[in-house]
């Protein structure tokens, strides 16, 4: 393999990772969907306090998988945010709200109350899991896009990129997109509840909770294996480079023979699902089984990225344009150059030191679980 | 007006709005972040709970104002894809780097330490507790650092070449970008501009509760930590805004031009103090430009050049060629007309180079390649019809640059006599109430202040996105002005509505706690 080629698949292998800890993560997002139907405001209050202290990390992982993207693969930023205006606006909609309503919701003087701020991320909660699901299922199931770079040059039309007239819309309308966005909506209640169970020290709330697991968690996987067998069964195209000339063709189930080329990642996959299977099966029937969070975590991070993987590796364009197959995006197509990639490869060097300081963070702050007494006491709080 | 003229309106407009918005919270950020830093280590060293009482004060403040800029913040980051697509392709490959930097590098510790600085009072120690308070004052600055590489490099492109078989520019050099003049000067200028927004702030607040003879102890600790940040700020945001003006008459001497409404240059030139321009004055005729002025002789020449005698040329001596050497001398090079034939030539080098690459003609594409490369430079004025489309808004370049100069000095003068009288004076509660409704009246003026400095930069840049290479039309997204009406009126009533509650949280919260006995 080039060095090239071999930056552009470390880079899509980053990508993956950072889509499968924002994928995690979303148990913020599910745990906002749940506030509103919370027994008492006390509960509520723990909720959101648990909750509190990691929405900036989520937060902050969808910023950074964007800047991540936009400095890896450009041609995607280009093509997919200016096109899908109104998925991602509405997705940056809701993030706006959430970025607010943690701090405003109990301030006196917030103008609106605080159950407008509970709404908010309710919202936010509901349109972040769904709509990034959407956006994620456009990597398989292809957008309505065409590309012609030349259009540079037309000074009444200069844009490179043109979209179908919805604008994103239709993607959300397409049951596949959305069958994947629901899901993830569910799998982030259920780690939510999860993560309520782990954070929480309260026997009510342990026992909403667990409750919450079963029912999330059973929709979940429902949907879940709906998505894979219909993932699985999907058409796609191969893309072959000859003399630096692409060309696609279209191939039956293209996502079922690229877990079948590579083993690993249908490993990976095997190995996710099981561990999320363990913590939903576990936190279940064992009684106060608490860090179903962590394996239901690492299980969703594993499937996540091995999805990532068969969208993109193994000459798939993780981009396929319904409009006109030659307009899709790949690995190869899309990327920044092997400048930007090298400078930016060094700047990953410092992944580790950032992932162990997050790590003892979180550790310190959540080294004693959230209590009803502490939600009384003058601490800062939300 | 056209389809795609009021698709780039509306998107340059949707783009300001987002991107001032985010400024009122921004620089209070970066400000009050310091200031409550400082006031947490002189706590851990002395362990005066009054100083604990001060800090937590102000880091509520800080965290209310905090959530408002991360949510107007995260629309500028993806602003670049879904309103300036092209931009995103012609210069990703460049730009996207500073904006994943800034992710990795001070976003994650901004998020991650903020956490640990509201929840980790009791569960942290206290030194870790400080260590994240500084931690999340630093991660703000490395935020404010790399995407002031990136707006510099917009300024200032370079670093780069251009890829004609990606129709698009690659970097070749990133130091070149992250050690620029332009960001260094403009990281400098707007970070500390950030400690004088904050320092008046603290002081005006401070001021009131002095005027309402609450919390006094607590108000004057805090103006004393405030005045020295504060000071600080101003003289280093002044020394940069000067380096800034050198920098931008070498490098973008139309904007420079603009701010001063100079239409036509002179050896020895005055900088205008006060002035009103000519409303009716256009590019090329004969009118005045001012209507009234009271200037400074020689100013603007030592302001650009450093040189009393030293030309400076104005927008009509720029449109017809006149440019400075580094040396300060002045030459004749292309006037805009030549640079627009230029440009047109460096397009339609570049289709031949497509149409030559697709049918494999390799002798025709080194032709069209080597035609590329000599006019090359002049690629963004391609997609001009006239010079005249090259001048930025004058009036709204030139009142914003004297709104915050004039205001700039103010600042310099307002943090000298804070100080003296909160040192000097005897009684300076009782004493001094005139200086403490013109602190709180200030309050508004350095916002207006912090502002003006972006209108400066921004508007004074226009019509290009990049400088030279890609004005605002080629830059655009391929969607419906409609679409973008409908997203600006979404943005501008959130952002109100949240801005409301922000400043009726923020005021609420000061005048309830100010009523307790925080020492």
Not at chain 1, 19 to 42: P, S, Y
Not at chain 1, 129 to 142: M, Q, R, S
């Amino acid at each position: 393999m080039e060095t090239y080629e071999l930056l552009q698949s470390y880079w899509w292998l980053l990508i993956s990772i950072l889509g499968a800890a924002l994928v995690f993560l979303l148990f913020v997002q599910g745990g906002q969907t749940m506030l509103l139907g919370a027994r008492n405001d006390l509960q509520r209050s723990m909720m959101v306090n648990s909750l509190g202290r990691k929405w900036e990390l989520s937060f902050t992982t969808l910023v950074v998988f964007g800047g991540a993207f936009f400095a890896s693969f450009p041609l995607f930023y280009s093509v997919s945010f200016g096109g899908a205006y109104w998925l991602w606006i509405l997705i940056l909609l809701g993030f706006v709200l959430q970025a607010v309503s943690y701090e405003f919701r109990k301030k006196s003087g917030n103008v609106y109350g605080t159950r407008t701020f509970d709404t908010f991320l309710c919202i936010n909660g509901v349109l972040g899991c769904i709509l990034l699901g959407v956006a994620v299922g456009t990597f398989f199931f292809g957008a309505e896009f065409t590309l012609h770079k030349g259009n540079l040059l037309d000074t009444g039309a200069p844009a490179i990129a043109s979209w179908s007239s919805t604008h994103g819309l239709e993607a959300i309308v397409c049951w596949k997109n959305l069958l994947l966005g629901v899901a993830v909506l569910f799998l982030a209640r259920m780690q939510a509840a999860m993560y309520f169970i782990n954070t929480i020290d309260d026997i009510n709330n342990y026992k909403v909770q667990r409750k919450a697991v079963l029912v999330n968690g059973g929709v979940f996987v429902l949907l879940f294996v709906t998505f894979l067998a219909v993932l699985l069964t999907a058409d796609g195209y191969q893309v072959t480079v000859i003399d630096g000339k692409e060309t696609f063709e279209a191939v039956p189930y293209k996502y079922l023979q690229n877990f079948v080329d590579m083993w690993w990642a249908l490993a990976v996959l095997l190995i996710g699902v099981a561990l999320v299977l363990y913590a939903y099966v576990t936190t279940i029937f064992r009684d106060h089984f608490r860090c179903g969070i962590w394996y239901s975590g690492i299980g969703t991070a594993l499937v996540v990225m091995s999805l990532f993987w068969v969208a993109g590796f193994n000459g798939t364009p993780y981009y396929p344009s319904l409009l006109d197959p030659a307009s899709s995006l790949t690995i190869g197509n899309s990327s920044s150059s092997p400048f930007t990639l090298t400078v930016m490869s060094w700047v990953t060097v410092i992944i580790p030191f950032v992932v162990a300081y997050i790590a003892y963070a979180w550790y310190s702050l959540n080294r004693e679980p959230i209590t009803p007494d502490e939600m009384s006491s003058d601490d800062h709080k939300y | 007006m056209n389809d795609l003229t009021t698709l780039v309106d509306w998107s340059r407009a949707q783009f300001a709005l987002t991107a001032m918005y985010h400024w009122l919270f921004v620089p209070l950020t970066l400000g009050l972040s310091v200031i409550v830093a400082i006031m947490e280590s002189i706590y851990f060293k002395n362990r005066d709970p009054r100083w604990l009482a001060t800090t937590k004060f102000w880091m509520t403040i800080f965290g209310i104002n905090f959530a408002m800029g991360v949510a107007t913040g995260i629309i500028l980051e993806f602003e670049f894809g879904t309103n300036w697509s092209n931009y995103s392709w012609f210069v990703g490959d460049i730009f996207g780097a500073p904006l994943a930097i800034e992710g990795l590098l001070a976003f994650f510790m901004e998020a991650t330490f903020i956490a640990v600085m509201f929840f980790g009072w009791k569960k942290v120690s206290p030194r870790f507790h400080l260590a994240s308070t500084w931690l999340t004052a630093i991660g703000a600055s490395l935020s404010a650092l790399w995407i002031l590489v990136a707006n510099s490099w917009m300024q200032y492109p370079v670093g780069m070449e251009f890829n004609p078989d990606d129709m698009r520019n690659v970097m070749n050099d990133f130091w070149a970008l992250v050690l620029s003049p332009v960001a260094i000067n403009k990281f400098f200028h707007s970070v500390l501009s950030g400690w004088t927004l904050a320092g008046v702030f603290v002081i005006g607040v401070s001021a009131w509760m002095l005027l309402k003879k609450r919390n006094v102890a607590m108000a004057v600790r805090s103006i004393k930590v405030a005045g020295w940040v504060g000071i600080a700020g101003i003289l280093a945001t002044l020394a940069t805004g000067d380096g800034s003006a050198k920098v931008v008459s070498e490098v973008q001497p139309m904007k420079l031009a603009a701010m001063e409404g100079l239409y036509k240059g002179s050896c020895g030139q005055a900088i205008v103090g006060v002035g009103i321009l000519n409303p009716d004055k256009q590019v090329g005729d004969d009118q005045e430009p001012y209507i009234f002025d009271i200037s400074i002789p020689y100013g603007l020449s030592v302001l650009a050049e450093g040189d009393p005698d030293a030309f400076v040329p104005g927008v009509e001596d720029i449109l017809a060629g006149i440019e400075l050497t580094p040396e300060g001398d002045t030459i004749k090079g292309d006037s805009y007309a030549q640079r627009i034939e230029r440009g047109k030539a460096a397009h339609d080098a570049l289709r031949r180079f497509d149409v030559a690459k697709s049918q494999g003609d390799e002798n025709a594409m080194q032709q069209a390649r080597a035609d590329l490369d000599k006019d090359f430079k002049y690629f963004g004025y391609g997609y001009f019809d006239s010079p005249q489309e090259a001048v930025p808004d004058i009036p709204m370049t030139f009142y914003s640059f004297h709104i915050m100069v004039i205001l700039g000095g103010y600042f310099l003068l307002f943090y000298i006599v804070v100080l003296l009288l909160v040192y000097k004076k005897r009684n300076f509660v009782e004493r001094n109430k005139w200086l403490h409704y013109i602190a709180i009246i200030s309050i508004p003026l350095v916002w207006i202040c912090s502002e003006a400095g972006w209108v400066v930069a921004e508007v004074g840049r226009q019509p290009w996105v990049i400088e030279g290479l890609m004005p605002a039309r080629a830059a655009i997204s391929n969607i419906p002005a409609s679409s973008v009406i409908v997203t600006f009126t979404l943005f501008a009533v959130i952002f109100t509505g949240l801005l409301i509650a922000e400043i009726s949280i923020m005021t609420k919260y000061i005048s309830r706690k100010s009523q307790e006995n925080i020492d």
